[in-house]
């Protein structure tokens, strides 16, 4: 069965040649004096592992972004297939980027990336939009 091992969010991630994965800057809270407020870019990092009978094979699979009242503020549908394992491994290890740009939050609050798989929540990534108190200013 195809399992999401990996989820979380980054600063920025790329995949090198040879398949090494980079992430930089992993978090899961972003703290902002105000709101709306943009985030130039994220990533999205995902870890998909499945076996060589796998491999192949078309998959539905959608990511969501859902604000805490359960609002969908986006969604990303389109398939899944996963490469056929190097010479001698029977184990798949899929690396996924999803980069998003200029990416708003209108409101503080709590945020879920929503990981779907053929329909079945197979992960998800918190993300909490915290106000950040301005330091008192001196006064001399």
Known sequence: MIKVTMALLADFA??????????LGIFDSLHTPAVPVVIPHIYLVMRIEGD?????KQYEADM?????DGGKLLSLPGFLVLPQPPP???EIKYDQLFPFFNLKFERF?????????NREMRAS???????IEAPPQNQG
């Not at 790329?14 to 090494?20: E, F, H, M, Q």
């Not at 060589?52 to 192949?56: P, R």
């Open 14 to 23: 790329s995949i090198a040649i040879g398949g090494k994965l980079n992430i």
């Open 52 to 56: 060589v009978g796998e491999a192949g």
């Open 64 to 68: 969501q972004l859902i604000d805490d």
């Open 88 to 90: 001698g491994k029977f």
């Open 109 to 117: 609050g709590n945020y879920e990336f929503k990981i779907f798989i």
């Open 125 to 131: 990534v918190p993300l909490s939009v915290a106000r």
